[in-house]
């Protein structure tokens, strides 16, 4: 873990906790050549270790298979999906930009007709595959950003639900789990804000209930770099030696990104006492220190 997804989990456990509720611990192991069993073995110690502790779980995306293959066969009984044979330097030569960090993807493969499909399937690409998305504008108050819109058709395209290996999509994967385990809140980073509008229309057609959404500011390094792995000195083994402690680490991101009054060390649980979601600036990026 990095102090970025550190910051992400402990507002998560805290907006839940804070209101009586559970955390659900999700492995979501969709890619499967790189989620390692040793990965997953340390990312459960770190959040142990952090006082970050779940009610229910681990559920791993590796077993739903069968739940996810029902919800797409569900939308191509409906004639909603259709086989996309672009490769990503085709999305990129010919994609829009996005409003958030992906491209939007301009139709390409929505009409072929059957000879060209043959065609291409002659030439030995393997499909992805792909959701209709209609002239529709999705809209959804989020506890922290406020009131967002996304027009499908313009400001996303038609979106993936099954990859060209396979396996299911991030987006249709999420969206089947949150409703199987009882997800009713959802805390996570603005930069996946545009993902949202795809995930409640996903719901629709599905008949799922819709979580409420929180998307929090991101942790940025300098200019407005986005904390990531590369960033060796935000890692939590860096972190621990440059702060000693667990809670040295909590109560220094808690007080940076407006969670607590100061940087003091903390617990978890120290921290409800003072915890509000008011305190969120939706708008701006928080700059690690």
């Not at 603005?190 to 949202?196: A, G, I, P």
């Not at 220094?252 to 407006?258: D, K, L, P, R, S």
Request: charged share 25%; with cysteine.
């Amino acid at each position: 873990m990095h102090a970025g997804n550190i910051y992400a989990a402990l507002t998560a456990w805290l907006v839940a906790k804070s209101q009586g509720g559970d955390i659900v611990l999700r492995i979501e192991d969709l890619d499967r050549d790189r989620s390692k069993p040793k990965y997953i073995d340390a990312v459960q110690r770190d959040f142990e270790m952090l006082g970050l502790t779940w009610d229910r779980g681990p559920f791993f995306q590796h077993d739903r298979d069968e739940a996810y293959a029902a919800a797409f066969d569900s939308l191509k009984e409906r004639g909603l999906i259709y086989p996309c044979y672009c490769t990503r330097a085709d999305l990129h030569a010919a994609s829009a930009p996005h409003r958030g960090e992906k491209l939007v993807y301009p139709g390409t493969c929505r009409l072929l007709s059957a000879e060209e499909r043959a065609a291409k399937e002659a030439s030995g690409r393997r499909p992805a595959m792909r959701l209709r998305t209609p002239e529709e504008v999705i809209s959804f108050h989020d506890s922290i950003q406020g009131d967002y819109s996304q027009d499908l058709e313009r400001d996303c395209g038609d979106f993936l639900v099954r990859r060209s290996d396979q396996a299911f999509a991030y987006q249709l994967a999420v969206v089947v789990d949150d409703a199987a385990q009882g997800v009713n809140s959802v805390v996570r980073g603005v930069d996946l804000l545009c993902s949202t509008p795809q995930q409640i229309y996903l719901q629709n057609l599905l008949s799922l209930p819709h979580p409420i959404y929180g998307h929090i500011p991101l942790l940025v390094a300098e200019r407005d770099r986005r904390l990531s792995k590369r960033d060796h000195d935000a890692s939590l083994d860096a972190l621990l030696v440059r702060f000693g402690s667990p809670e040295a680490i909590i109560g220094h991101i808690a007080g940076i990104a407006g969670l607590a009054p100061t940087t003091e060390p903390a617990t978890p649980e120290q921290l409800l006492s003072c915890f509000s979601l008011k305190n969120l600036h939706g708008r701006i990026q928080i700059a690690w220190i």
